[in-house]
């Protein structure tokens, strides 16, 4: 797929012409304001010797707290409390940091309060995370560089243990389940889930298959979308061509907040972006594409699904727990790639403010264009480097989950080959209910 930079970078010419009227070098004030004071949506409650936020909180337009954060002095996030107003106001999730923008530990909570989602990291890979279910299950996932290592999870009914342990060097993992001492199911199955293979979505705990391997069906997509630069409030992952990595059959829409703790549990890139800009002081830039090349299904045949249905009809609960409630039933390959600039620590005057993001934008397009016509002058230059910049890219496709930051074109020209240079990648893992397909359940 070596269209994708070929036209990010057509899309971003095009919006240069579009714009080379008004995009001529902006006058800077010779003493512009640069203090940063609370506003009605936005309190600064302590700052750092060089006037930069060190904790501050911004509200709801109604007064509620939206995100309560600290800084670390160079800019980046120290810590972060964020809150949703559906289905009432509550605390979401609360996010830890360190100075060179490494993931500490995050948690995500229910509307009640109850931890939903825990995840510790260690030098900016995760290293456990938990996950709570509202039926009182716990699952536990245990990291080694990066990678799982081991599941379990912990009826909170029967105190049943179900353990997932993974071996890299024999490429299998075992499936071990527990009541006591008493093993009631061990068995060894592939390393890799594929399609037909089976999901407790409710602890996202990949168990056995019931379905039989047979070839799946390949069909041809070739979607793309991109855009330019454009302004953002706020950072959604799944409305910046980042795909939802699982969707499962129970969901509906729209995108709940226990959708969304789901989507960063189960993607890293997902996760990434959704905890380093958790908020947006006022505004941020974002340029993305994403590329669909292959869709594959699996659907059971007459016979299994007839298999299933006596399962179910018959054997509900011994099912359940070996093979979960829905299985793999598509996949979908292809790219994607996300740029986010960052602009922080603004000043409260808006004239400046405007002035400085009109900088920034330019300054962006320079690095991902090299376009002379975008170079800023000294004067603009120092201006930028009075607040907090960073412009940085995402992709699965790039050897880092954090992200690269983007000093230079060069830079920014590695990036796009090395994604562009990559096979494509499985970017989504979709699940069907087995009651869906069953026959004479």
């Known amino acids: 797929m070596k269209y994708c930079h070929t036209f990010t970078k057509l899309s971003l010419l095009i919006c240069a012409l579009a714009l080379i009227t008004s995009c001529g070098k902006d006058k800077v004030d010779p003493e512009p304001d640069l203090s940063i004071n609370s506003s009605d949506n936005f309190e600064i409650i302590s700052k750092y010797g060089n006037g930069w936020i060190k904790e501050a909180v911004k509200k709801n337009p109604s007064g509620t707290t939206k995100s309560a954060f600290e800084y670390h002095e160079n800019g980046y996030i120290k810590r972060a409390n964020i809150y949703r107003s559906v289905p009432q106001h509550y605390l979401f999730s609360t996010l830890e940091r360190d100075e060179i923008n490494q993931p500490l530990s995050s948690k995500y909570y229910y509307p009640n309060g109850d931890t939903f989602l825990s995840i510790v990291y260690e030098n900016g890979q995760p290293s456990s995370k938990t996950l709570y279910s509202e ?162 299904t699996l659907s059971p045949e007459i016979a299994t699904k007839e298999d299933i249905g006596k399962q179910l009809r018959d054997n509900l609960e011994q099912f359940t727990n070996l093979y979960g409630d829905e299985f793999n039933h598509e996949k979908f390959s292809g790219k994607y790639f996300l740029a986010v600039a960052t602009l922080r620590n603004m000043p409260t005057d808006t004239k400046v403010s405007e002035q400085i993001e009109e900088i920034a934008r330019k300054h962006a397009l320079w690095l991902v264009t090299g376009e002379s016509f975008y170079n800023i002058t000294d004067t603009e230059k120092e201006l930028l480097s009075s607040v907090f910049f960073e412009l940085k890219v995402h992709s699965s496709l790039l050897n880092n989950v954090n992200g690269i930051v983007i000093s230079s074109y060069e830079d920014y020209e590695e990036a796009v080959e090395t994604v562009n240079n990559a096979p494509s990648d499985i970017i989504q893992w979709g699940f069907k209910k087995y009651s869906a397909v069953a026959i004479n359940n």
């Open 135 to 296: 039926n009182g299950n716990t699952t536990i996932s245990q990291y080694q560089n990066g990678r799982i290592s081991t599941i379990e999870k912990e009826d909170a009914v029967s105190g049943q243990i179900t353990k997932v342990e993974y071996s890299y060097s024999d490429q299998k993992r075992t499936l071990t389940i527990k009541s006591g001492d008493n093993v009631l199911h061990n068995e060894e199955l592939s390393l890799s889930e594929d399609l037909g293979s089976g999901l407790n979505t409710n602890e996202d705990l990949a168990l056995s298959r019931f379905i039989p391997y047979q070839t799946p069906n390949e069909i041809n997509i070739s979607s793309a979308q991109s855009s330019s630069f454009s302004w953002k409030r706020t950072i959604d992952p799944f409305d910046s061509f980042i795909p939802a990595p699982v969707v499962y059959d129970k969901w509906l829409q729209p995108k709940t907040a226990a959708i969304d703790v789901k989507f960063i549990a189960n993607g890293n890139i997902y996760r990434s972006i959704a905890e380093q800009y958790p908020f947006v002081e006022k505004r941020a830039l974002l340029l993305g594409f994403l590329a669909v090349d292959k869709k594959y």
